[in-house]
């Protein structure tokens, strides 16, 4: 593990691994060096990424691949080892769609999560809303064991009319829906994590996800889908977050959070 003062943790929705490397996406990595990296929507087998960049030098990966080839799937990077992986959750949608891995390193869990999105029709909303249920049981138990939880998703859903730009268009429709909404509501009101990137950056039109019809991405008529959730005793670590648009590896842009290393991994001796 770098010996630096910061602590980096970069998530990204990457609608296919390979495609993010066609673009660049691990060119600027490389030039990025975050301490972890937590990709959602890799689209791909772990033996068919074995040629390429895809398991980048100074990294321990680790993929969780949905059992359909060419979709979901997600991954975590990390420069030290982790203590512990854990691939799924036990339930069919996070399993078989490879939508949860968790890497431990000491007292600190980082999750890499991608929800499901419901966008497609009323069949596919009801199966997110079934898993926001039991979610968010698994998120209350995360909240009771002691440990602390950086949860970086695609979360699928904006909670503020301040994290998409037509909000008004939006307020039936999945992603901004009354029940996300709530969800959301609860989340952070009720078992009490924390949006980590709402506590340095309040500003608007801050967007991770763009459609591609039209000139979405061109006129910033986005939406905040991607973010890091954290337990509240990592709010004092908190430092900076910011989302890279410079170069487009994707329909997603990365999102980095930047912490206090002493104040993550204070309960370890030598730190």
Not at 172 to 196: H, I, M, Q, T
Not at 206 to 231: E, K
């Amino acid at each position: 593990m770098k010996t630096g003062k910061r602590f980096t943790i970069t998530t990204f929705n990457c609608n296919g691994v390979r495609s993010a490397a066609r673009k660049g996406f691990f060119q600027w990595l490389e030039s990025q060096q975050p301490d972890v990296v937590c990709l959602q929507e890799t689209k791909a087998q772990e033996h068919q990424l074995q040629e390429g960049p895809f398991f980048p030098a100074g990294y321990h990966c680790h993929y969780f691949d949905a059992e359909k080839k060419g979709y979901a799937g997600v991954a975590i990077y990390s420069r030290r080892q982790p203590d512990r992986i854990i691939k799924g959750m036990g339930w069919d949608i996070t399993d078989k769609e490879g939508r949860y891995i968790q890497a431990d390193f000491g007292d600190l869990s980082v999750i890499s999560l991608y929800m499901p999105s419901g966008s497609s029709g009323e069949a596919r909303q009801a199966v997110k809303l079934r898993f926001l249920a039991n979610f968010m049981a698994h998120l209350q138990d995360l909240r009771a064991d002691g440990r602390e939880y950086v949860i970086c998703a695609d979360w699928n859903m904006c909670h503020k009319e301040i994290d998409l730009k037509n909000w008004r268009a939006n307020r039936k429709n999945p992603g901004f829906s009354p029940e996300e909404r709530a969800w959301l509501d609860r989340l952070y009101d009720e078992v009490g994590f924390v949006d980590a990137f709402r506590l340095v950056n309040q500003a608007p039109d801050q967007y991770s996800w763009w459609s591609n019809r039209g000139q979405a991405r061109a006129n910033n008529v986005g939406w905040r889908l991607d973010y890091h959730v954290i337990t509240p005793a990592l709010v004092p670590a908190v430092r900076a977050a910011s989302i890279y648009t410079d170069e487009y590896f994707s329909d997603h842009a990365p999102v980095t959070l930047e912490m206090d290393r002493q104040s993550c991994f204070s309960k370890e001796a030598g730190t």
